[in-house]
């Protein structure tokens, strides 16, 4: 048994044909028929029922199909990281959410850059789940997210957690009557809110709900998500509702809207550092070494 039989079979089972699976293969069907054949000999089983229109998995035939999957991409993802690892490519791939991209971040990348001229830095915007499955698959090396995500195969580290603001616009009432003061989730639960964005969930959007149903209030104005912060802090600007943000996006919008920070314990969120568990990689090691001194991780 090896892995090309592997990938035979599960061709097999994924185009429910052995001539689409062919076709797939680029190979002719005997040769694939043979190989499958050949395969539930070696393992004295029956992995597959053979009827005239169609194939079906024998309760075997399922239990091999998803080990076999799990064998075949971590084949995959094996080859792929030694040839990383081993200089075949010597580029460090991020992955990182929009927001977090003005905090202390840019500093790490700046200065990876300059400690580390030799190695080229590849970085690319995905929500936080995405990072996940691409660190899995071996498509990026670090994420930069901030759900609390758990997967047995990613380690996280948090650089940070980040203060809450409320973003109003220069006119909002609320504003002469808090004195431009620190404000609590109790006073803005009947403003007109602009939350983002709006893909699926959990996200960030999750996060700021989830910290409203920890006081036990929920938002009774709430605007139908927007795409992203910029969208959310346009219609800000506009006069049409407040909305939340992380601190670092406080200095690069404060010339057109007041920025106040929620007062809450739990009005924070994170910035995580996720990489793939017990893998010892330089390229990584050093950003993550770098990564704490800036953020201050001890």
Not at 214 to 230: A, G, H, W, Y
Request: glycine residues 4%.
């Amino acid at each position: 048994m090896d892995i090309r039989q592997m990938k035979y079979f599960i061709a097999v089972v994924e185009e429910r044909s052995f001539t689409k699976a062919a076709e797939k293969l680029f190979i002719a069907q005997p040769p694939l028929s043979r190989a499958i054949q050949n395969l539930e000999e070696e393992l004295e089983v029956s992995l597959l029922l053979r009827n005239p229109r169609s194939i079906e998995l024998t309760e075997a035939g399922r239990y091999f199909y998803e080990n076999a999957k799990k064998i075949v991409h971590s084949e995959v993802h094996l080859k792929k990281m030694t040839q990383q690892i081993g200089g075949a490519h010597h580029t460090l791939r991020i992955g990182y959410i929009g927001s977090a991209i003005y905090s202390e971040l840019a500093e790490c990348i700046k200065s990876y850059r300059l400690q580390y001229p030799q190695i080229a830095i590849h970085v690319e915007a995905m929500n936080t789940l995405t990072q996940i499955e691409a660190l899995k698959s071996g498509k990026i090396d670090i994420g930069i997210g901030r759900l609390k995500t758990l997967d047995l195969e990613i380690e996280r580290i948090i650089l940070k957690e980040e203060r809450l603001y409320v973003a109003f616009y220069k006119e909002h009432p609320l504003l002469q009557e808090k004195n431009n003061q620190v404000l609590v989730l109790e006073d803005i639960v009947n403003e007109p809110l602009i939350l983002f964005p709006d893909t699926a969930q959990p996200n960030f959007l999750s996060n700021i709900l989830e910290i409203f149903s920890t006081k036990m209030i929920t938002p009774s104005n709430l605007f139908e998500p927007v795409r992203d912060v910029q969208s959310a802090l346009g219609l800000v600007m506009s006069g049409l509702g407040i909305s939340i943000v992380s601190e670092g996006l406080v200095n690069i919008y404060s010339k057109d809207l007041i920025f106040i920070p929620l007062n809450e314990a739990c009005a924070v969120t994170p910035i995580i550092l996720s990489h793939r568990k017990n893998e010892s990689y330089t390229l990584v090691e050093n950003f993550i070494i770098l990564s704490k001194q800036i953020f201050g991780v001890h």
